[in-house]
């Protein structure tokens, strides 16, 4: 079993709360005593002297809750087997030295992870997913007829289980649903349907 079918097995249940979207041991080649110097885009300053343990983290930006309500550092673990396998491979591309065919495949892997792990980066894929998602539920769901009628043979028996199986921070549309539905339901009891 390799590194990463290890990985695999088990779910990983501790880990760091600041985690590093530019991994630190790249951080570590910039310095000089140390430290290094950064801009802050946002304050539009330079900072003199900052420790690379310090820069290009955010709280649990990885950790994710699975469906036991556990804390999860997953993506951490792999990011961090990842970073051991770059590491001397970024020493040998620093020295000059020429790269074999699995360093070049860990190393490709260490650059695509790189883009697609910062802030930026995974803001957009939840915007994008939360879009996809929309666009999913207006298409499938653009009926409220349709909708009602799904949810008077599904749901409406069991009126409790309606509300407790849509989470908040789903579509518009479902909160619609469940509130026409709450009104149908009052109704068909007021007249003793």
Not at 56 to 62: F, K, N, Q
Not at 177 to 189: D, E, P, Q, V, Y
Request: include cysteine; aromatic fraction near 10%.
């Amino acid at each position: 079993m390799d590194k990463f079918e290890k990985f695999a097995f088990k779910p990983h249940l501790e880990g760091p709360k600041q985690q590093h979207y530019v991994p630190r041991f790249y951080l570590e080649g910039f310095t000089s005593e140390q430290t290094l110097s950064v801009f802050d885009r946002v304050k539009g300053e330079i900072r003199h002297r900052q420790k690379p343990e310090n820069l290009a983290t955010v709280g649990h930006l990885y950790t994710f809750e699975d469906n036991q309500d556990r804390k999860r550092f997953d993506f951490e673990v792999l990011f961090g087997l990842v970073e051991a396998a770059a590491t001397p491979i970024l020493k040998s591309l620093v020295q000059g030295e020429s790269l074999s065919p699995k360093d070049r495949e860990s190393f490709a892997l260490f650059l695509g992870l790189a883009a697609v792990r910062t802030p930026a980066a995974i803001a957009d894929a939840k915007a994008a997913h939360a879009g996809l998602v929309k666009a999913q539920t207006l298409h499938w769901y653009s009926d409220e007829n349709e909708v009602l009628e799904l949810l008077k043979k599904k749901l409406v028996p069991r009126r409790t289980r309606l509300h407790c199986a849509i989470k908040p921070g789903r579509s518009r549309r479902w909160f619609e649903a469940i509130r026409m539905t709450s009104k149908w339901t009052r109704s068909l009891h007021s007249t003793g349907r």
